[in-house]
């Protein structure tokens, strides 16, 4: 799996274990919701910064989106 399906993998997991919608985490990630949904579908990557906005709004600490879920 690539890094890029990885992340998306996991701010989706995450964002949905959290009961939170792309539009809940883009406003808080002050990013657009179809942005979200494009790292969820791996068809864009984010910089670091907006990764670690939605690490934020996701409440947890920005290597979490890295993690390798099993």
């Known amino acids: 799996m690539k890094l890029r399906e990885r992340v998306g993998l996991n701010v989706r997991?995450?964002?949905n274990?959290?009961?939170l919608?792309?539009?809940q985490i883009a406003l808080a990630a002050e990013v657009?919701?179809?942005y979200i949904s494009e790292i969820?579908?791996?068809k864009n990557s984010?910089?670091?910064d907006v990764l670690e906005r939605i690490a934020d709004a996701l409440?947890?600490?920005p290597k979490e989106l890295f993690n390798?879920?099993?």
Do not use: H, K
């Open 59 to 61: 409440g947890v600490d």
């Open 13 to 15: 997991n995450l964002r």
């Open 17 to 19: 274990s959290r009961g």
């Open 40 to 42: 969820e579908l791996a």
């Open 32 to 34: 657009d919701r179809s």
């Open 68 to 70: 390798e879920r099993g």
């Open 21 to 23: 919608s792309q539009e």
């Open 46 to 48: 984010a910089s670091i």
